[in-house]
Each structure stands twice: as structure tokens, then as C-alpha cells.
């Protein structure tokens, strides 16, 4: 069964309302890039140009500027503060553009600097898009996006390989959703640190990872599992615009 259009909405609103609030906290726990993120900028070239999907406080872009990276970079985020962290953290550069988009919304894709990309990354962004269809549109958005040849470079959070993780995670019922009302693999964790909140997040499968690469013109050039103390916390994948 998919989610219906109220569910989806009250989702999405779960989750801005929760960067919103937690927006300093959260960018206090974002001050180093994750291993597996590392692991990937190991193999962009000084002169390709990115679009960063949630950029948050711009740390990828400080890391990619200190690596001598020169190319175009375009930085989305629907979250104003998480955008102002990041222009305080960055140097003036021309080829640095931040913009405030909400890629849940309609038109998010128009008006960014060069109409494709060589590389577009959503690191941690995905899970917390609610609904099999909205992910559809906004995947089909990103390989429109790219550029032929392109990489889509992305994560998503697999809290089920953590036990401490697994316990964080609160029935539907304390927002007023009923279980039949969301998708196999949406869960619903709770937040610790400066206040107490929670975030819809979706746990995506090997598999259906494969079926939404192909079902949008790309194919999975390489995939692991990274971070966390397990080192299995976050599952990266390589996806190549056909």
C-alpha cells in the first residue's frame, strides 16, 4: 500500500519542523565528515561540478575546497540556519552558490546555476524522504539533472545493525499515525540531545535500491556499508547516469 497524500505531508512536516528546531544541535554532531563520505570524495576530480542535496552546515564543501577542489558547487538546503552555519564556515568563492530549496517541493530543480551536473550527492538525505512516489519524482529530478556519464553519490541510515539505535525507534501512535498508513521499512526514531524530538526516516533494502537505479536510467557502480562504531551504520552507493 502507498502513502497517501495527508500522511506524506504530515511527514515531511514532522521532519522540517525538527531540523528546525534542533538546528543548532544537530549541526554541533555534523562537524566531521563521515567515513564513508570521505571514502567517496576520494574519487572526485578538482574540476567536476556538484550539486550537494542537504548540504547542512557546508562541511562537505570546506572538506572539497581544502582538497583543492576548483569545479562548480551548488549547495541546496530547505533549512535557512543550517545555510547561514555554512556561509559563516565558507570562504567567498564565485563557484560557491547556497540556496534554500525544499526538494519535497514542486520546482526545487529550477533555476540552479548550470542545467547539469557531473556529480550530484545526497549524503543522509533520502530516508528522510516520506512515500515510494515522492522519492520516484525526486529521483527522476536528479537523473534529469545529470549530466551523461554522471555519478549520483548517496547514503542512507541503516539503524536496524545497531541495537542502541533500534531502541530509539517510537510507535506511530505517539504522533497520531496509524501503522497502516505508512510504508514497509518507515520507522519513526527519537532525538536526545538538547531537547527531545523525532524524525520519520525510511530504511531502504539492497534491493530496492537496485529497482530505483534502474527504474531512473542509472546503474550501481559500487556499494558499501560504512560508519558507525560497526562500521555498518550507513550503506553508500555509487549510481552512474546511463
Known sequence: MLMDENTRERLIDLNRTFYQTFAQEFSATRQRLQPGVMRVIEQISHQDSILDLGCGNGQLCKMLINRGHQGLYTGLDSNAEFLEIARQNLPENNNITLLQRDITLTNWE????????DLIFAFAVLHHIPGFELRRKILQKIAHLSAPGARFIHSEW???????LRSRIQPWASINVKPEDI???????????????????????IAELERMAG???FEI?????????GGNLGIYQIWKRL
Open 110 to 117: 529550477q533555476g540552479l546555476p548550470v542545467e547539469s551536473y
Open 158 to 164: 541503516q539503524l536496524l545493525n545497531s541495537p542502541r
Open 183 to 205: 510504508e514497509d521499512g518507515d520507522y519513526l526514531v527519537d532525538w536526545r540531545s538538547g531537547g527531545q524530538g523525532v524524525r520519520y526516516v525510511h530504511i531502504f533494502t
Open 215 to 217: 527504474e531512473n536510467g
Open 221 to 229: 557502480t559500487e556499494s558499501f556499508h560504512s560508519d558507525g562504531e
